[in-house]
């Protein structure tokens, strides 16, 4: 998406961009505008109102039309205004990248200069600087410009420091690349975005600096017109004839305004995260856009999703991130899902309890069944009932979920009293409970410990720990075990197990790893671009996969004793979940793709008692999976 239009969908800086472009085109026609002079006296016309006949805004103490003086003391302060940021920001960045990039001594001298700068106060510091060169516009630009020269170095270097480690930097040095090459080719363009917001955020400032300082009669000097020295020639008749204070000011009051608004635009306008909604503040539970009738729950599972669909709404795209999920987990259960990156197995967990994303995330479709109670749309309080009390989730990186300033043993008693009255003592009493629950070693110590004083393993025990705090009666996994070593990993899978059979909990595995589903999961749920392919007891669809998708995947798994047996991989990369193609997500990876596998849905089908499948070509018959 261009600038412009991402500006646009901030519609306080799109009214700031109309205002100011409004202000500016006036002010560059000053010039050829029928205007009378703004520095002719004519004391018998001295005050005239607004609106009187010959001057729209009146005139001030001398008889000077108010609207020529107001049209070009604009022009002037917004000249000396952008000239002022400009400068500032020239010199302050350049400033910058130099102490960022070099470091060491230079770094420390030049960043205590400006330390020395920034410890005087700018209005006072403006104000010597004037004094020292004498009154003038021009001077009063030196000085605007000079105060705010140190903010835009330190906001520079900052970035380059973090530049200046980078790969790439590294990679032009290896290259034989001068460091002034390298500061004008590697890091200026990467810092050119940030002294955009810089100065898109700080001309209103300079422009409030300078009419400061005009006002004070060290700026513009009489008979020129700028919007300070209006305002300071008013002072004398603010009560008796306001409208000559009103007019530079509320024109004052406009151009910041509008430059402001504008600013914080461009600001989230340039950062490429707004591209993905991340700036956006998310709403406390995922928006709902139902349109079809809500189903009615299936089964006797204590969780079911019935056609759930989870979308993306980026710009003008849509992503069917899930595309109309079937599944159901009954107590004392393990459901594991399975697929590739991307197939939708995390945001259909996520979607659950309504903790996918709004904005961008929508859910168009389905409901999710809690008991026979409906979750999709349900009120916040509900939800926030329900969160980490009955449903309750481990997370994939728990150095990422726990916070690194509290001890583990604060967030679990944190996470019991959220739920139940409970005393201090007796949630902590209940934390070092947990923490033996899950095999922590002396548990009474490890409770005060930080997030970042324990491995990897011990980290994942007090996410499960976290998960049982309130003893849930359904836990959904998503793939808590991938970056853990297989020792580690094989005593989680474990535990988890120990757990589920000894509480009789529901569980939603999400992972990779066959072997993990073989290993805890009673059923598994196949998911590919969004929906599920294949779903069945554990034992049947490893022993006999029947969507070709399943077979594959599974022969991409190593074996042990297989000797040299070459690694098969699936041809092609999954379809983009915005252009879904007609027919099967997966016929263009499939070798045994027809003419009717292109084309109209295919519906997930009984493939016997107890599996589904959704292919018109299964790898093994009806008759075999029936037996």
């Known amino acids: 998406m261009s600038f412009l239009r991402l500006l646009s969908r901030n519609r306080l800086a799109l009214a700031g961009l109309i205002v100011?472009?409004?202000?500016?085109?006036?002010?560059?026609?000053?010039?050829?505008?029928?205007?009378?002079?703004?520095?002719?006296?004519?004391?018998?016309?001295r005050f005239k109102k607004p609106f009187s006949e010959g001057a729209l805004l009146g005139t001030d103490h001398l008889g000077r039309d108010l609207a020529s003086r107001l049209m070009w003391g604009t022009r002037l302060s917004l000249a000396v205004g952008f000239a002022a940021a400009v400068a500032a920001a020239t010199i302050g960045a350049a400033i910058g990248v130099i102490a960022g990039f070099y470091g060491g001594r230079v770094d420390n001298v030049i960043m205590r200069g400006v330390d020395m700068l920034m410890g005087f106060p700018y209005i006072l510091l403006a104000l010597a600087i004037v004094a020292a060169l004498g009154p003038g516009l021009m001077n009063a630009l030196i000085a605007v410009a000079a105060v705010n020269i140190p903010f835009f170095a330190r906001n520079i270097r900052g970035v380059t420091v973090g530049i200046a480690h980078k790969e790439f930097v590294d990679a032009a040095r290896l290259c034989g690349m001068s460091n002034a090459r390298i500061i004008v080719t590697e890091v200026v363009p990467n810092v050119i975005p940030v002294i955009v917001i810089a100065m898109s955020t700080t001309v209103g400032w300079m422009i409030l600096e300078t009419a400061g300082l005009s006002f004070l009669g060290l700026g513009s000097q009489p008979p020129q017109a700028?919007?300070?020295?209006?305002?300071?020639?008013?002072?004398?008749?603010?009560?008796?004839?306001?409208?000559?204070?009103?007019?530079?000011?509320?024109?004052?009051?406009?151009?910041?305004?509008?430059?402001?608004?504008?600013?914080?635009?461009?600001?989230?306008?340039?950062?490429?995260r707004l591209k993905s909604g991340a700036l956006s503040r998310p709403m406390p539970t995922t928006m709902v856009r139902r349109t079809d009738p809500v189903p009615q729950p299936e089964g006797d599972g204590i969780l079911s999703l019935r056609d759930l669909q989870t979308q993306f709404h980026v710009k003008d795209r849509i992503y069917k991130a899930v595309g109309g999920v079937d599944l159901s987990v009954r107590p004392g259960e393990c459901l594991g899902i399975i697929g590739e990156s991307g197939s939708g197995k995390s945001v259909t967990a996520l979607s659950i309890m309504g903790l996918v994303s709004s904005p961008p995330g929508v859910i168009t479709g389905g409901a999710v069944h809690y008991k026979g109670e409906d979750l999709i749309g349900a009120p916040y309080a509900t939800l926030r009932r329900l969160r980490g009390d009955r449903v309750a989730y481990i997370f994939q990186d728990p150095l990422a979920t726990l916070h690194p300033l509290y001890t583990v043993g604060a967030q679990l008693i944190e996470a019991i009293q959220c739920h139940h009255r409970t005393s201090t003592s007796d949630a902590r009493a209940r934390a070092i409970e947990l923490l033996k629950s899950v095999r922590i070693p002396n548990a009474e110590a490890r409770v005060d410990n930080y997030p970042h004083e324990m491995?990897?393993?011990?980290?994942?025990?007090?996410?499960?720990?976290?998960?049982?705090a309130n003893d849930p009666e359904v836990i959904i996994a998503d793939e808590p075990t991938t970056a853990l070593d297989v020792t580690v990993q094989a005593q989680i899978l474990a535990l988890l197990d120990d757990l589920r059979r000894e509480r009789g909990l529901a569980i939603i595995f999400i992972t990779h790893d066959f072997g993990v589903v073989a290993q805890l999961c009673d059923?598994?749920?196949?998911?590919?671009?969004?929906?599920?392919?294949?779903?069945?007891?554990?034992?049947?669809?490893?022993?006999?996969?029947?969507?070709p998708y399943t077979a594959r995947l599974m022969a991409c798994v190593p074996e042990l004793g297989e000797g040299r047996r070459q690694l098969a991989a699936i041809p092609g990369l999954p379809p983009v979940v915005d252009k879904l193609p007609a027919g099967c997500a997966f016929a263009d990876r499939c070798p045994k793709a027809a003419s009717a596998c292109r084309s109209g849905d295919i519906a997930l089908g009984a493939l016997g008692p107890a599996r589904k499948i959704r292919c018109i070509d299964p790898e093994i018959p009806v008759q075999e999976a029936t037996a």
């Open 455 to 468: 491995s990897g393993g011990m980290r994942q025990r007090v996410g499960i720990a976290m998960a049982l």
């Open 20 to 45: 100011m472009s409004v202000v500016v085109l006036l002010a560059v026609l000053t010039p050829i505008l029928p205007l009378p002079d703004p520095d002719v006296t004519n004391t018998a016309e």
């Open 523 to 547: 059923r598994v749920a196949v998911m590919y671009a969004g929906r599920i392919v294949e779903e069945g007891p554990t034992d049947a669809i490893l022993n006999a996969p029947a969507h």
């Open 226 to 272: 700028d919007l300070g020295s209006m305002l300071g020639e008013a002072r004398s008749a603010l009560i008796t004839n306001p409208h000559t204070s009103v007019v530079p000011g509320a024109m004052i009051l406009v151009i910041v305004m509008a430059i402001n608004l504008l600013g914080d635009g461009v600001r989230d306008a340039l950062d490429p």
